[in-house]
């Protein structure tokens, strides 16, 4: 069922208007609106999956499969093309065939949680294989940006399935990708699985790991508006070649941001890369460009892990991190505590 489902996908026809022809070609302008209507069916049907399960992975997953959606959207307008998605209703598509594959999606989930988290999984192989198709359509350097920072949210989301289905029990099996670009993908990763502790703003932190010390986090939870907001202070993937020179610090020295949506102990956010900017300067205005996708996850008060894959630099791995300081745990264990019992 679900590779007939993905092969009728495939088949969806979209009309090219003859003036967008000279921006991109027929193939470019289809997979775009492919994965406007794929990020919909993924987030509309993590929605559903939450109502019926109440487990936090689908709520938290679904909030990113909408910035997904937004980011693609952005494209859309930037060649002026007209959106696909006419009715943004959780389960409403204007095309029946997009209608059918979401409530065959619902209906297999609704079987069980085991069901639905392998439903979760197979959107994302679904999703990564029509990106890696996608950015290969395409020659334009910003639309494939914006695809690549898509795929590493998607592989941060297989992963996140995977450790969840994995955490049950059950050894996890490709279902549309190869089994080999599945285990490439989350090999290495054993992921915090679900649990009773919820992010709060008991987190607002410095955060490290004692093996590279010298580089760290500040975390900042936002508890009304459920966000997360992380600063990364880290190096370049190599040392400087002696040529380049900084008058303030370090040549090779890096600063990311990152924002998103948390529910649980888990905060899916995408990351931003700032440069371009002077010390102590508002000209030139900085610039901000996305570099990829985090897994922020907190077993404890004390400790959590950071699961990173930055697109632009194909770089991806897992960081535990720690509290450089004990402060605030006491607080946070008070937090927590008013959590569980509400």
């Given amino acids: 069922m679900k590779r007939t489902i993905t092969a009728l996908f495939a088949l969806l026809v979209y009309s090219v208007p003859p003036a967008l022809l000279a921006q991109l070609d027929a193939t470019e302008t289809h997979y775009l609106l492919l994965m406007r209507e794929e990020e919909k069916l993924a987030r509309d049907t993590y929605i559903t999956l939450y109502d019926s399960w109440g487990l936090n992975v689908f709520n938290n997953i679904s909030k990113s499969e909408q910035k997904h959606m937004d980011a693609i959207l952005s494209q859309l307008n930037r060649f002026g093309i007209e959106d696909p998605v006419s009715d943004n209703t959780v389960g409403v598509f204007t095309d029946e065939t997009l209608a059918g594959y979401y409530t065959a999606l619902v209906d297999q989930g609704e079987g069980s949680l085991l069901d639905a988290l392998h ?18 359509s395409t020659d334009d350097s910003t639309l494939a940006s914006t695809y690549e920072n898509l795929l590493a949210g998607s592989r941060n989301h297989l992963r996140s399935f995977v450790s969840q289905i994995s955490s049950r029990g059950v050894s996890y099996a490709a279902q549309y990708l190869s089994q080999e670009q599945v285990d490439a993908i989350v090999g290495g990763y054993d992921l915090v699985p679900e649990g009773d502790f919820e992010i709060n703003s008991g987190l607002n932190d410095a955060w490290y790991y004692p093996e590279t010390s010298g580089q760290g986090f500040f975390i900042t939870v936002y508890p009304e508006r ?7 202070f ?16 370090a040549a090779g020295q890096r600063w990311m941001t990152a924002q998103g949506s948390f529910d649980g102990a888990q905060a899916d956010l995408m990351i931003n890369v700032s440069s371009g900017g002077i010390f102590d300067s508002a000209e030139p205005l900085a610039t901000s ?8 996850q907190f077993d404890g008060c004390n400790s959590g892990s950071v699961t990173y894959d930055i697109s632009s630099i194909d770089q991806n791995g897992v960081i535990p991190i720690q509290r ?19």
């Fill in 234 to 249: 880290t190096y370049d993937t190599t040392l400087p070649d002696g040529t380049e020179t900084a008058n303030l610090g």
């Fill in 324 to 342: 450089i300081a004990l402060d605030n745990v006491a607080h946070c264990e008070n937090l927590a505590s008013k959590s569980t019992v509400n």
């Fill in 119 to 136: 439903v979760g999984a197979y959107i994302e192989e679904l999703d990564i294989a029509d990106l890696w198709e996608a950015i290969e």
């Fill in 226 to 232: 459920k966000e997360v907001f992380l600063s990364w």
């Fill in 289 to 296: 460009t996305p570099g990829g996708s985090i897994l922020l």
